[in-house]
């Protein structure tokens, strides 16, 4: 749904739902943890909902993740040259 909403931007309920194969309660219910995790807002126009994604609180997590990011990368990289220096497995 997050990527949704980035990707198209705000969007009534049933446009995300069309994207899911769940009934519209256990969607709700999705938007609602969204929603109370700040990650999504809710407007009403109409009779409609329309979300819209509220990424802010994602560079926190972003800014946590970082040090790993890096951990990770420099230890895959280390990975992929001891690999480029073995010798290649040749059967006979």
């Known amino acids: 749904m997050l990527r949704l909403l980035r990707e198209q931007g705000p969007q009534p309920v049933q446009a995300l ?9 256990s969607l709700s219910e999705h938007l609602k943890v969204l929603r109370e995790a700040g990650l ?11 979300y819209r994604l509220e990424a802010a609180p994602l560079a926190d997590v972003q800014d946590w993740l970082h040090p790993y990011e890096r951990f990770w990368r ?8 001891l690999l480029d220096r073995m010798p290649d497995d040749v059967e006979t």
Do not use: Y
């Open 74 to 81: 420099d230890r895959l990289k280390g990975l992929g040259d």
């Open 17 to 25: 739902a069309d994207h899911f194969a769940m009934r519209r309660p």
């Open 40 to 50: 999504v807002s809710e407007e009403r126009a109409g009779r409609q909902r329309i």
